[in-house]
């Protein structure tokens, strides 16, 4: 599949269409197929074109995964995007921490040693 042949497959509405890259023999014999999830959109331009058409179109591209065939065995590979996995491992620490350090500046875990001490000590009768 060419260039202008996967283009012509895309949606200019909006809608999500999968595109499939060309099959890729690697040296142990498995066969490689991309697969990309494209999105199109037709905008207006903000400046006047010259041509009179006052579109244009915007893609947005993103990778699922990989198709690999070894003989008759076909395996889905997914791509996994590690930002936003990663995103909430950070920020669930910082909240655990902030959480921490507030319950440790209310009440320390320490014992309370806060008393009242009498000076002089009121005397004692001896009998």
Not at 31 to 45: D, E, H, Q
Not at 69 to 75: F, L, N, S
């Amino acid at each position: 599949m060419k260039l202008r042949d996967a283009l012509d497959t895309i949606s200019a509405d909006g809608r999500p269409t999968n595109v499939y890259s060309q099959p890729y023999e690697n040296a142990d014999g498995a066969t490689i197929i991309m697969v990309a999830r494209v999105r199109g959109r037709l905008r207006p331009l903000k400046l006047e074109s010259t041509d009179g058409s006052g579109d244009e179109i915007a893609f947005r591209a993103r990778p699922v995964g990989v198709f690999v065939i070894r003989g008759d065995d076909v395996k889905w590979v997914p791509a996994v995007d590690a930002t936003p996995i990663a995103l909430v491992g950070v920020l669930t620490g910082l909240l655990a921490a902030t959480l921490a350090t507030l319950a440790m500046v209310r009440r320390p875990p320490w014992p309370d040693l806060r008393g009242t001490i009498r000076f002089p000590p009121p005397s004692r009768r001896h009998r």
